[in-house]
């Protein structure tokens, strides 16, 4: 979530609200009449209340959601199109691993949209951090730094072709000081879990100063190709219609494993590196 995408007009956004709105209604039923069986919805919810996850059971969480999306006048950063290539997959995954770069106005439909299972949120800004968590306290988010900054993609691109360290074959993200792309420094808990969704919404990428999203897409790459086992592991990708995000994309997560595009989003579903023909130089595509 970027934070000149934080404020939007409200002018014809009242359908995509509705929308939305509708679309986590949808799983909330789909998710109660599956837990219920032979039992009526009412026994479901009340099934559901009774066993809290970090103080918050699936069935609060997507009924926050839902209030909160119904009565609100901002809409998430993406629209309706783009949110559901998403939610074709969560439906099909969850519960699942769900990783988010950013935390923002569209935070709580992620979250509701993976009941049962885990989505952490990742977010530059700790003062962010901190508003967003006082108004939904039952999403999973850390404060994260990166090393790049926008002005440096270039330069980040011809690192990585010199240094052995980011190379397909060798690369690793815990610790890769060496590797200006790998995202170190960030909670065990982003290296310690095999995500099966990356949604890459952030960091900022708007001007020279702001890290970019370089080191993201290069990241994810490299957690996709690390994956133990034959599940691929879908990359969502916003934005792409800027230089940086489309030249990454390219690079790191191929256009061959592009399985659609919708607006500004791109989806990525990528094989672990077992099933991919290695190279020993730098090229992952």
Excluded at 105 to 132: H, M
Excluded at 188 to 198: A, H, K, P, S, V
Aim: hydrophobic share 40%.
């Amino acid at each position: 979530m970027k934070r000149d995408d934080r404020q939007f007009p409200t002018d014809g956004r009242g359908l995509s609200l509705i929308a939305i709105a509708g679309l986590i209604a949808g799983v909330i039923l789909i998710s109660s009449l599956v837990k219920s069986g032979d039992n009526s919805l009412l026994c479901s919810i009340a099934k559901s209340r009774s066993q809290p996850i970090n103080g918050f059971s699936d069935m609060e969480t997507q009924l926050q959601a839902l209030v909160h999306y119904a009565t609100s006048k901002t809409t998430p950063q993406q629209n309706f199109g783009e949110i559901s290539v998403t939610y074709d997959v969560l439906k099909k995954r969850n519960p699942c691993n769900f990783l988010v770069f950013g935390l923002g106005y569209d935070s709580r439909l992620w979250n509701a949209l993976n009941p049962q299972g885990k989505t952490l949120f990742l977010e530059e800004d700790p003062k962010w951090v901190d508003i967003v968590l006082k108004g939904a306290p039952n999403l999973r988010a850390h404060a994260v730094k990166y090393r790049t900054q926008l002005k440096e993609a270039d330069a980040l691109l011809n690192h990585f072709r010199t240094e052995p360290s980011c190379f397909p074959s060798n690369a690793y993200l815990r610790g890769n000081d060496r590797c200006k792309l790998a995202l170190t420094g960030f909670p065990d808990e982003f290296y310690d879990t095999e995500w099966d969704l990356i949604m890459i919404d952030a960091p900022r990428g708007y001007f020279p100063e702001a890290p970019g999203r370089m080191a993201a897409i290069y990241s994810a790459a490299v957690m996709a190709r690390n994956r133990n086992g034959s599940s691929v592991t879908h990359v969502f990708l916003h934005d792409v219609d800027r230089k940086v995000e489309k030249v990454f994309a390219t690079r790191f997560l191929c256009k061959k494993y592009l399985v659609k595009s919708v607006g500004r989003l791109w989806h990525f579903a990528i094989p672990p590196a077992d099933e991919i023909t290695s190279h020993d130089g730098p090229r992952f595509c």
